[in-house]
């Protein structure tokens, strides 16, 4: 599968202090992703990948197979020596209902996928995940609300995480 790879550039980048200069353009990502959703009431799933230097490059990406996509992109961080990854997606989650949640046990567990449950028992989320190669890693996960009479969509924060595990977290090793 063939990814077309678009420049792209942080104006504010100090090669200096590549770790300040990763997280702030991670932030910056998040805010304009938020801006995005809202103008256009969806999101591309997209990776922005940035080098040591601060010129970077956007892949949007085409994968259906979630497990085949993560090792493509640990084999492209590691190919052009990338530090620091966003990736933004519209996602499902479910939240825990109580301490002991069934259903989200059964989640975890594999037995059934979070887009396979009733729409009343998950969330719809913008997702933006971002991880550098210095270990730091933060996502932001916010709720997309839908107006029930008008439709108008929203955002609504709802997690901030670091330190993340899964298929997609701990892609530089």
């Known amino acids: ?3 077309e790879q678009i420049p ?3 104006p ?3 090669v200096a202090n590549p770790s300040a200069s990763f997280r702030a353009f991670a932030e ?5 992703a938020k801006y995005v959703f809202i103008r256009d009431k969806n999101h591309s799933e997209m990776l922005f990948f940035m080098p040591l230097n601060g010129q970077g490059h956007i892949i949007q990406s085409r994968y259906k197979d979630r497990d085949e996509m993560a090792e ?3 084999k492209h ?3 052009h020596y990338i530090y620091g990854l966003v990736h933004i997606c519209e996602s499902w989650l479910r939240m825990a209902e109580k301490k002991n949640d069934n259903t989200l046990r059964q989640v975890i567990d594999g037995e059934i996928r979070v887009s396979e449950l009733r729409e009343e028992d998950r969330k719809e989320a913008l997702a933006v995940a971002a991880q550098a190669r210095d270990g730091w ?3 932001w996960i916010d709720e997309i609300v839908r107006a029930k009479d008008t439709g108008k969509l929203s955002l609504k924060p709802l997690l901030k995480l670091q330190d993340f595990d899964g298929r997609f977290g701990k892609l530089f090793g």
């Open 137 to 139: 890693s933060m996502t």
């Open 1 to 3: 599968m063939k990814n």
């Open 77 to 79: 961080i590691k190919d």
């Open 8 to 10: 792209i550039s942080s």
């Open 12 to 14: 504010d980048w100090n």
């Open 72 to 74: 493509w992109m640990k």
């Open 28 to 32: 910056a990502i998040h805010e304009k």
